[in-house]
Nanobody, 115 residues
Framework: QVQLVESGGGLVQPGGSLRLSCAASGRFYAMAWYRQAPGNQRELVAVMSSGGTTNYEDSVKGRFTISRDNAKNTVFLQMNNLKPEDTAVYYC????????????WGKGTLVTVSS
């Protein structure tokens, strides 16, 4: 059974930083972060292939960085200059497709940006 376990969420002030981690129980071509704010649909934040190709949602470009440790089946999301509109539950996602969501999801970790 595939498991994705996220960690690193929490409360941070605007302008602050957080680093999310997701450990997977298997190897996947694409690993990604999605987020869902209250009342909104789940949206892609960033995705990275095992070869290093990345894609970011426009509002996080220049502030968020996705990275992977392929040897440890782990994906990270470094979030800098956080804004209140970044508040959401962040979900780890993994699968075999880069441009669409993979079939495996973590349970999510809450990120709250507030003063």
């Amino acid at each position: 059974q595939v498991q994705l376990v996220e960690s690193g969420g929490g409360l941070v002030q605007p302008g602050g930083s957080l680093r999310l981690s997701c450990a997977a129980s298997g190897r996947f071509y694409a690993m990604a972060w999605y987020r869902q704010a209250p009342g909104n649909q789940r949206e892609l934040v960033a995705v990275m292939s095992s070869g290093g190709t990345t894609n970011y949602e426009d509002s996080v470009k220049g502030r968020f960085t996705i990275s992977r440790d392929n040897a440890k089946n782990t994906v990270f999301l470094q979030m800098n200059n956080l804004k209140p509109e970044d508040t959401a539950v962040y979900y780890c996602n993994a699968g075999d497709t880069f441009w669409t969501a993979g079939m495996y999801w973590g349970k999510g970790t809450l990120v709250t940006v507030s003063s």
